[in-house]
């Protein structure tokens, strides 16, 4: 599993020269949407807090591990995240779902449905554009 925010393609290359034509490997690609980016930067900013603290913290530590594993996402900070969410939908559509790369991978978009007060949720968008089931999800602690 590896993880890029897909504001270009690089990770699609870089998986497929190391992994190509194995048909032991299934590759799928996900892309995530959120219906308001808002809910998307709260969450940044609150986890990003959270690895400074823990980060802190860990440095008191004698295990190296602890440092490492205080990351918890990646390295946009919530004043990005507008630009990297175009940036990725536009090679989504541009470059992945045209074909241009990921060829042989599998493809899918789930969306993320984020609310102030209640559980957000993740469904699958269908080919045609249609939602298949409503997944709900709490903030994670």
Known sequence: MMETSGRDVAMFHYV???FGENTSYNKLALHFTIND????????????IDEIQRGSQALGNSNVFDIVYTNQGGPYGSKVLDGVQ???????????????????WYKATIAI????????????????????TKFAFGPKK
């Open 113 to 132: 449905n984020a609310h102030e007060t209640e559980p957000w949720t993740a469904q699958a968008v269908k080919p045609d554009g249609s939602l298949g």
């Open 37 to 48: 980016l808002t809910f998307a930067k709260q969450s940044v900013d609150r986890r990003m």
């Open 16 to 18: 497929d020269h190391f």
């Open 86 to 104: 175009a940036d990725s939908d536009r090679v989504w559509e541009s470059e992945v779902l045209s074909g241009n790369v990921g060829e042989d």
